[in-house]
């Protein structure tokens, strides 16, 4: 049995332990093969020579996270722990960049960096910028929805459109609301939710209600794009496994020629009457060869939402009942 000292001379001890140590227990759990005495800037780590080494990669990228985001959480410790394949010798020089927290695209309204902070976001962001559109799919909690408004705030924001549209269709979640009172506004707004969610977190409440008024920013249910052509635009399509064929293909075919699209999805939530089929699956496999569409997959790895939000889609994806119900 070997014996090392990790000495943390980049991130401050009380951050890198966590609050009541759940860091350091995160830590912990992914290196069972290894003991760890740890007595403030010192960690003593008794263990084979492999989870040793595994384990030092894995310091190295956290620093190198901490040293980009200036902070750390249980995501950022999860991220770094398992940014290294345990069955290799080595950490490949593209995987610790995908892996990293990406560069900041934004600044939120509470100064917070907003960056693609996944493996599967940072190919988001690439492919944004390499094809006019982009299927996102992937379970709940990945960031699909927040990567894409961020995407396209940063364009609007660089000039390179005029306006951003967001819809949604405006499909229940396995619950009847019923009656809604109020106006067509009031009436929509709630499966829209998310989206003024997403913008909040990046564009001023003021400046973003006169954004709203000047239709330079648009929500939407998707029911209202029929018939139009949208150009100079960023357009997203949120929930799109609640689309019909039809639908779908009506939105798609609503693209001007300085249009770009961005289509997010969860195959495994669909809330579609049963006999009716989600449109998605079939234009992911209809469109998959066509140059300047992109699909990337998101999964498990890419949630940052609570970290049992990941067990819980893990759960959900093991259990045969589920996925019948999903289809």
Same mark, same amino acid.
Do not use: W
């Given at each position: ?82 940014? !290294?394949?345990?069955?290799? =010798? %080595? @950490? ?9 927290? *990406? $560069? ?59 306006? !951003?549209?967001?819809?949604? =269709? %405006? @499909? ?9 009172? *109020? $106006? ?144």
């Amino acid at each position: 049995m070997t014996e090392k000292i990790y000495t943390l001379d980049v991130i401050d001890p009380q951050l890198f332990y966590g609050p009541n140590n759940s860091h350091f227990s995160i830590i912990k759990a992914k290196f069972p093969k290894l003991q760890f005495v740890a007595r403030g800037d010192e960690i003593k780590i008794l263990g084979d020579e492999l989870s040793m080494n595994n384990f030092h990669k894995s310091m190295k990228h956290l620093e190198y996270v901490f040293s980009k985001a200036k902070d750390i959480n249980e995501h950022i410790v999860l991220e770094a722990m398992e940014s !290294i394949n345990i069955d290799e =010798p %080595a @950490v490949k020089s593209e995987k610790v960049s995908a892996i990293s927290t *990406g $560069d900041v695209l934004l600044i939120g309204t509470r100064g917070q960096q907003i960056k693609a902070r996944t493996r599967n976001q940072v190919k988001m962001v690439n492919a944004s910028r390499e094809n006019d559109i982009i299927f996102a799919i992937g379970p709940a909690g990945t960031g699909k929805t927040y990567t894409a408004v961020a995407i396209a705030v940063l364009a609007l924001k660089e000039r390179e459109i005029r306006r !951003i549209i967001l819809t949604r =269709p %405006a @499909v229940e979640a396995g619950e009847s609301l019923g009656f809604l009172p *109020g $106006d067509l506004k009031d009436k929509i707004d709630p499966y829209l939710r998310p989206l003024y969610d997403a913008l909040e977190d990046m564009i001023p409440n003021d400046k973003l209600k006169s954004m709203i008024e000047s239709r330079i920013v648009e929500i939407a249910p998707l029911a209202f794009m029929r018939g139009r052509t949208l150009d100079n635009c960023y357009v997203i399509l949120d929930e799109a496994q609640n689309t019909t064929d039809l639908q779908l293909k009506m939105f798609l075919t609503r693209m001007g020629p300085s249009a770009k699209l961005i289509i997010t999805g969860d195959l495994t939530q669909i809330d579609l009457p049963r006999k009716q089929q989600s449109g998605l699956g079939k234009a992911l496999k209809l469109l998959k060869n066509i140059k300047g569409i992109a699909a990337i997959e998101l999964d498990t790895d890419d949630v940052v939402r609570h970290r049992l939000v990941k067990e819980i889609v893990h759960a959900y994806e093991r259990d045969p009942d589920c996925e019948k119900d999903s289809q």
